[in-house]
Each structure stands twice: as structure tokens, then as C-alpha cells.
């Protein structure tokens, strides 16, 4: 998804680049056909006007007034050339061609005799706008001539606004082209990377010593999977440092703190032992005993770290749960606690039935710890979608809202008094998790302080091939197979369950 919001901004980022380039590129063409056709039409004015002063004017004192209107009617015949001619003298009309007068163009700028060089004005007339340029010019005599003479625009103005319209038309066609265009091309430079975060999200999950695909493609690219795998191996060394670290130090203390048990015990049995020598083996014993719950916990875990894969075979959930429950009723009925079992024995799950027990056993065992005398206990196991589900709930002190995310975190302990006076080491829903993980499945914790704690346990169901020939085995035992679950009372019947309250406390 990242990908493809990477792929949008790319081509949003070079779109917008080159929206700018082509308004630029579109503005400045624009701009320059205007002032091209414009610097033409001043210059043919400009000319004109030159041509009437040294032509014409400079020798109407001579030659008459009506002398000039003809030369400049049969020179410039201005209303076929689509032009308006006006010729002052001392501010008094000497000449003006015809079509002046028709255009009613009351807007000729007042002319001044003092003026001294041409200047241009637009104007607009009753037949659309014109450029106007006003030369003055004084006579040897000193006498002040002002010639006017005025060009149409509209030829002009059509050309650019034809050209804006196909640039205001062209531009978003061009984009749009080159947007899609630039998105459907980035899958070519993108692919090395889908397949690189495709690999990537493969790295440790499955097989250690996983590496991403080196892409050669002789760019940041292929230095980014170079770097990648260099990072991963020095993960996996940490990693692997670590839990040789942990899986050493467990089998270290193992041996003394077994020694040491074993040195304490028979000294408890000395009747001549001082009561106050007593209680202090006592107390010793009993931290011994939670040290060695520790290192055991740490053997598990480093175990199942070092593992990988475990090795599977189906087991029945139902029968599973049900026998972890009947051998956990003792420490149940302990604190007189009901224990409600409701188990699907059609639930198959491909695993390790020893795993698979110690995650029944941890989480019962925690029900157990955490749920106040008197409390209730419900356990079910289901198929659901292709998953088997074991929930277990209890009514009792549940688990406050900013520790539900760190309880799958080794030696996390939401009440770190009650956990370590109920024997809790911090590592039973970390072995959980653990296992879940290595069988390709799912733990989850809902829980409400004071009200109670439900743990959910997915599981990939088996194959029905599978069931089946587990069952044929069953039937007819040829190998040996590791699960020594309970027979199943009615395997071919879906709805065969067992609903048991397994102890009462009363
Ligand atoms: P512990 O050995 O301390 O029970 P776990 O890893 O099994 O360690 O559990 C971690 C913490 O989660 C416990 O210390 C406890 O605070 C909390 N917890 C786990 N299960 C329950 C439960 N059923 N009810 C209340 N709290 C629980």
C-alpha cells in the first residue's frame, strides 16, 4: 500500500513539474507571438507615419490641402487597408481619412503641439480596438504637425486567443497523458522493490539465514539489498548471540540450584533444627524453587527460539484441553474455583501436543492464580474458519488497560507483588506467544480490571486428509504417533462435545 502512495507522490511531484513547465513553457510562447506581432504592427506604423511626414506633409504648405488628401488617398487608400489616418496642423484638422469619421472614434487621445517624439496608445472604436500612433513633426517653418494613424487589433487578438485556448485545451491533455503514462511506467523501476519488500516481509519468519534477493541492477538498488543483508546477518548474529547467552546461563544454573535443593532438603528434615534456621531454609527453598521455574521457563523459551519448525502431527484440540483441565482440577479445586470446559473433539490442529498442552496448562494455570476463591473458570474449544480456537476466561482481577500490551513480554508482570506471591515468573504467556508463533498461529489477551481475563489461542485446523488418516491410525495403529490424547467418543459426529463442569467447589 506504501508502495503504491510512493508511486502517486512520484508522479503527483513530477505532474505538478511539469504543470509548471508547460504554464511557463505556454506563457512564454504566448508572450512572445505578442509582442512579435505587435513590434510588426508599431514598426509598419511607425514606417507609415515616416513616409506621410517626408511625402506628404513636409510639402502640403506648398502644394495645397487638396493636394494632400489626393496623394493620400490614392497612396494609402486607408479605409481598403483597414486604416485610420488623421493629419493636424496646430491642432486643427488638416486631413482625416473617410472611415474615421464612420468608426466614431471620439477617442483619439488629444493631441498636443508641444509633443516631440511618436508615443502609442490602444483605443477602442465603434470597430474594435486599434493601435494608435501619433508622430509630431515640426516644419523648417516652425510650424506643428501632428500625424495619426491607427491599425486594427482584431486580426491580432484573434491569433493570440486561438493560441490561448489550444494551449488552455492542450496543457491538462498533456498532463493527464503524462501522468498516466509516468504511473503505468514507474511499475518497470518499482518491481525490483515490490519484490525486495516481498522478500523482506518473508525475513524471520520463515527459515534463519533468509536473505533478500540482490537485485543487480548496478544502482541504489542493489547497495540497498546489499546493505539490507548485511543488516539481517548482523540481527541474526545478535540474535543468535542472545540466545545462546540465555539458553548458557539456564543450563549454568540448572545443575548448582538442583545442588542446592538437594542440599536444603534434608536438612528440613532435622528435628534439632533451631525454628528460626528453619524458616530461613524455608524461605530459601522456596526461591530456589521459583529460580528453577525461571531457568526452566528460559530453556523452554530458548528452545522454542532455537527450534524453528516444530515438528507436527494432528492433534485433537478438544480431547487436549479436556485432559489438561481434568489434570489441573486439583489446584482448581485448591481455591474452589469451578471449572467450566466446553470442547469441540473435532477440532484438529496440526502441532506438538506437548507445546500444545503447555499452552493449555499456562493459561489455566494463570485463570487460576489470577481469579480470587469462588470464581469461575471457562474453557472452549472450537473450529473456527481455519483456525481452532481455545478461549479461556475467568471472573477474576483482571488485568489493568496499560499492561495488556507488554503481558506477552518476557518477565512482564502487570502486579509484580501478587504475581511473585502467587509464584508468577513473568514468563508463562511469553512461552505462549512462543509456541503460538512456531505453530503459525495467534494469541490474543482481552481483559477488564476487576472483571476478568479471556485468552485466545488460533491454531491452523488440519487438513481433512490429515484427520483422516490420523484416524485410520488410530484405528489400525501402525506407527507410533506422539498424541496420547484421549480417545474420541465420536469422531464422525460434528456436533460431539463435551460440556462438563469439571469441579465443584462445593
Ligand atoms: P506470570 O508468571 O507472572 O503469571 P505470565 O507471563 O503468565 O507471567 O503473565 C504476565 C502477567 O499478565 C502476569 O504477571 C499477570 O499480571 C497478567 N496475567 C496473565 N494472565 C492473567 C489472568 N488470567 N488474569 C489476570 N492477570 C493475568
Not at 20 to 36: D, K, P, Q, S
Request: with cysteine; charged share 25%; net charge negative.
Amino acid at each position: 500500500m506504501k508502495l503504491a502512495s510512493l508511486r502517486v507522490r512520484v508522479t503527483s511531484w513530477y505532474g505538478s513539474l511539469l504543470a509548471a513547465a508547460l504554464v511557463i513553457f505556454g506563457f512564454a510562447v504566448w508572450m512572445g507571438l505578442r509582442n512579435y506581432l505587435l513590434t510588426t504592427m508599431q514598426r509598419t506604423l511607425k514606417d507609415e507615419s515616416a513616409n506621410i511626414v517626408d511625402q506628404f506633409v513636409a510639402h502640403v504648405d506648398a502644394k495645397g490641402e487638396s493636394w494632400l488628401a489626393a496623394e493620400m488617398e490614392e497612396s494609402y487608400a486607408p479605409e481598403s487597408d483597414g486604416r485610420y489616418i488623421r493629419i493636424l496642423r496646430e491642432g486643427q484638422v488638416l486631413y482625416q481619412s473617410r472611415n474615421v469619421e464612420a468608426a466614431s472614434m471620439q477617442t483619439w487621445p488629444p493631441a498636443s503641439a508641444s509633443q516631440r517624439i511618436g508615443f502609442f496608445r490602444k483605443i477602442t472604436a465603434h470597430a474594435g480596438p486599434l493601435l494608435l500612433y501619433t508622430l509630431p513633426w515640426e516644419s523648417p517653418a516652425g510650424v506643428h504637425f501632428l500625424i495619426q494613424e491607427a491599425a486594427p487589433t482584431t486580426a491580432m487578438d484573434r491569433i493570440l486567443k486561438s493560441l490561448l485556448i489550444a494551449l488552455c485545451l492542450l496543457t491538462p491533455v498533456i498532463l493527464a497523458g503524462a501522468a498516466v503514462g509516468g504511473y503505468l511506467l514507474m511499475n518497470v523501476p518499482f518491481r525490483p522493490v515490490v519484490e525486495l519488500t516481498r522478500h523482506a516481509e518473508k525475513v524471520g519468519t520463515s527459515a534463519p539465514g533468509e536473505r533478500l534477493p540482490v537485485i543487480p541492477t548496478g544502482d541504489e538498488l542493489e547497495r540497498l539489498s546489499i546493505s539490507l543483508n548485511r543488516m539481517i546477518d548482523r540481527l541474526e548474529d545478535a540474535l543468535a548471540h542472545n540466545r545462546r547467552f540465555s539458553a548458557d546461563v539456564s543450563h549454568e544454573l540448572r545443575t548448582p540450584l538442583t545442588i542446592l535443593r538437594g542440599e536444603l532438603e534434608p536438612l528440613v528434615e532435622n528435628p534439632d533444627l533451631h525454628p528460626q534456621a528453619l524458616d530461613a531454609i524455608g524461605s530459601a527453598l522456596e526461591e530456589i524453587e521459583r529460580m528453577s521455574d525461571i531457568v526452566e521457563n528460559l530453556l523452554i523459551i530458548s528452545k522454542l527460539d532455537a527450534q524453528g519448525p516444530l515438528p507436527r502431527s494432528p492433534i485433537n484440540l478438544g480431547a487436549l484441553a479436556l485432559s489438561t483441565v481434568e489434570q489441573m482440577q486439583l489446584l482448581a479445586e485448591d481455591k474452589h474455583l469451578k471449572v467450566y470446559a466446553d470442547a469441540s473433539r473435532e477440532t484438529w490442529v496440526s502441532g506438538d501436543r506437548v507445546r500444545l498442552q503447555q499452552v493449555i496448562v499456562n493459561l489455566l494455570d494463570n485463570a487460576i492464580k489470577y481469579t480470587p476463591a469462588a470464581g469461575e473458570i471457562r474453557l472452549s474449544v472450537s473450529g473456527q474458519c481455519d483456525y481452532g480456537v481455545v478461549e479461556i476466561s475467568d471472573n477474576g482481577i483482571g488485568i489493568p488497560a496499560d499492561s495488556i500490551p507488554f503481558v506477552f513480554d518476557r518477565f512482564y508482570r502487570a502486579d509484580k507483588a501478587r504475581s511473585r506471591e502467587s509464584g508468577g515468573t513473568g514468563l508463562g504467556l511469553s512461552i505462549v506467544k512462543a509456541i503460538c508463533t512456531a505453530h503459525d498461529g495467534n494469541v490474543s489477551i482481552q481483559s477488564r480490571e476487576g472483571a476478568g481475563t479471556t485468552v485466545r489461542v488460533e491454531l491452523p485446523l488440519c487438513s481433512a486428509e490429515e484427520i483422516e488418516r490420523r484416524l485410520e491410525h488410530e484405528a489400525h495403529p501402525i506407527d507410533h504417533w506422539d498424541d496420547a490424547a484421549p480417545a474420541t467418543p465420536d469422531a464422525s459426529d460434528p456436533e460431539s462435545r463435551a460440556l462438563l463442569p469439571v469441579n465443584h467447589a462445593e
